[in-house]
């Protein structure tokens, strides 16, 4: 069976958003903590969203408000790091509309009948 647009849209993002994290850290004296905390994670839900597990868009969701939260905090207090946080902003939102947007069609999608 061929995964939903929305789950390609999130892989895509995951994929993304660990080689956006991969290529920010690369010079960084804690790399392989950077491994462990920006760079596993997105591939550990990136392998449950290929293998279709239903709970790794909710996961997806919930590491994405970390990513978002940790872009804005850059953006904000280091503007010298130029596009990395905004990028990291942009691809957790990626990953936040792509994971609830099967929810929304359900609950906003379908017709109701009269009251």
């Given at each position: 069976?061929?995964?939903?647009a929305?789950r390609?849209?999130l892989?895509?993002?995951?994929?993304?958003?660990?080689?956006l994290?991969?290529?920010?850290h690369?010079?960084?004296?804690?790399?392989?903590?950077?491994?462990?905390?920006f760079?596993?994670?997105?591939?550990?839900l990136?392998?449950?969203?290929l293998?279709?597990?239903p709970?790794?868009?909710?996961?997806?969701?919930?590491?994405?408000?970390?990513?978002f939260?940790?872009g804005?905090?850059?953006a904000?207090?280091?503007?010298?790091?130029?596009?990395?946080?905004w990028?990291?902003?942009a691809?957790?939102?990626?990953?936040v509309?792509?994971?609830?947007?099967p929810?929304m069609r359900?609950?906003f999608?379908g017709?109701?009948?009269?009251?």
């Amino acid at each position: 069976m061929r995964p939903s647009a929305s789950r390609r849209v999130l892989a895509a993002s995951l994929a993304l958003i660990a080689l956006l994290y991969l290529a920010w850290h690369r010079g960084d004296a804690h790399f392989g903590a950077a491994l462990l905390v920006f760079v596993l994670p997105p591939l550990v839900l990136l392998a449950a969203v290929l293998r279709g597990l239903p709970s790794a868009p909710l996961w997806s969701g919930i590491a994405a408000l970390f990513w978002f939260s940790h872009g804005v905090m850059y953006a904000w207090s280091h503007p010298e790091l130029g596009l990395w946080p905004w990028g990291g902003i942009a691809l957790s939102l990626a990953v936040v509309f792509s994971a609830s947007l099967p929810g929304m069609r359900a609950r906003f999608g379908g017709r109701r009948p009269p009251a």
